[in-house]
Structure formats: structure tokens, C-alpha cells
């Protein structure tokens, strides 16, 4: 059974720093280009990076471009988000996401439950 | 990047049939994904590629495009089906991917 747990959430200051991950498991984590996806409270979903199977390909919101860094392990079949510089609109539901085409085609097949990351002085 | 727009809200009659639409530029390039999200749940993909359903999907999802328009819709909507969809794509350039602001469906 595929399964993303993502942790690593919580309340943090604004100008603070946290480190998402999401452990992988139920499939050749390897094999697959991931992805991190925001929501909001109340609103919809926002992509915020992407990065493929053997991390050639790294992509970024413009919202997070700079701040943020994504990053995984294969060999630890983990998935990692490093948030830097927080601002209180980056207040949201993290999820990671598996994307299921080769291509990256943003067909995102299986989801983890999401951790929440609260901005707030 | 481009966006993907959706209307915010759509409703339907128990049993009959709803088209929810998503309109972008990217999707003159890529097919649209459709996700299913009920409240206090992760988004489940519900169609991708040009028609495809996920295994355990039901076959009254189905998804089709023309132009710069993606749909998804639903025959013989069901109580349960009463939930937030989302439309995404990659992007333009191929480098982003862009999710649509999402369409609250109620089955009346």
C-alpha cells in the first residue's frame, strides 16, 4: 500500500525556519518525481515545488522562490521541504504529492494527510 | 506561470448529470488533472490524461478538452460526490504546475 506521511509541522515566528518531511512507502520511491502542495485555510491548493526521481529537476513557486528548498533522500525513501524566512501568508496544510507520469505531468496519484505549518508572532 | 479558472460554485439534482470546467492557455498543451477533496480530507485523483480514471474511481467521472478547456463530469451525481474539485496542469513552459481555484459542487 502506498503511503506519504508527511511531519515536521507547527507554529513558528515570522522570519523563522522549519524542515517538512514526508517518508515514502508502499512503492520505488525512487523511481518517481514528488511534489509539494499548499493549502490555505479555507482556500484552494497551490503548488509549491517540484523535484524529480534523481533530483536533475528542481522547480519552485514564485511565492517560494528563494525562501524555500526542496530536497529527498532515496535512500531514506523521504521527501523534504526547508522553509526559510516565513512569512504569515505561507500559513497553510502542507501535503506531498507523487506524481505518477514519467514525464511529470502533474498527475499527482496519491497524497499524505498534510501537516499544518502556522505562521504567527 | 499561467492559471487555470474554474467557478467557484456549481450545483446539481441528485441523479443528474454536472459539468464542472477549467480554462487555461496551458491546457492548449497539457491535459488537465481533476482531484476530488472533501472537507478535512487530501485531494484524490479522480481523472488524468485525456479520460483516465484511477483505479476505484467511479465510471460516472469523465474528463474531456477542447481548446483551452478541460471538463470533468459527473453522470448521476451522487450525495457523496458533494465536494471541492480542482483542475491542475504543468504550466506553459512545462517548468510550473498550476492548480485552478477550485469548484464547490452541491448535490442538491
Known amino acids: 500500500e502506498v503511503q506519504l506521511v508527511e511531519s515536521g509541522g507547527g507554529l513558528v515566528k515570522p522570519g523563522g525556519s522549519l524542515r517538512l518531511s514526508c517518508a515514502a512507502s508502499?512503492?520505488?520511491?525512487?523511481?518517481?518525481?514528488m511534489n509539494w502542495v499548499r493549502q490555505a485555510p479555507g482556500k484552494g491548493l497551490e503548488w509549491v515545488s517540484s523535484i524529480s526521481s534523481s533530483s536533475s529537476y528542481i522547480y519552485y513557486a514564485d511565492s517560494v522562490k528563494g525562501r524555500f528548498t526542496i530536497s529527498r533522500d532515496n535512500a531514506k525513501n523521504s521527501l523534504y521541504l526547508q522553509m526559510n524566512s516565513l512569512r504569515a501568508e505561507d500559513t497553510a496544510v502542507y501535503y506531498c504529492?507523487?506524481?505518477?507520469?514519467?514525464?511529470?505531468?502533474?498527475?499527482?496519484?496519491?497524497w499524505g494527510q498534510g501537516t499544518l505549518v502556522t505562521v504567527s508572532s | 506561470s499561467s492559471e487555470l479558472t474554474q467557478d467557484p460554485a456549481v450545483s446539481v439534482a441528485l441523479g443528474q448529470t454536472v459539468r464542472i470546467t477549467c480554462q487555461g492557455d496551458s491546457l492548449r498543451s497539457y491535459y488537465a488533472s481533476w482531484y476530488q477533496q472533501k472537507p478535512g480530507q487530501a485531494p484524490v485523483l479522480v481523472i488524468y490524461g485525456k479520460n483516465n480514471r484511477p483505479s476505484g474511481i467511479p465510471d460516472r467521472f469523465s474528463g474531456s478538452s477542447s481548446g483551452n478547456t478541460a471538463s470533468l463530469t459527473i453522470t448521476g451525481a451522487q450525495a457523496e460526490d458533494e465536494a471541492d474539485y480542482y483542475c491542475n496542469s504543468r504550466d506553459s513552459s512545462g517548468n510550473y504546475v498550476v492548480f485552478g481555484g477550485g469548484t464547490k459542487l452541491t448535490v442538491l
Open positions: 508502499g512503492f520505488t520511491f525512487s523511481s518517481y518525481s
Open positions: 504529492a507523487r506524481d505518477m507520469t514519467p514525464q511529470q505531468l502533474a498527475d499527482f496519484d496519491y
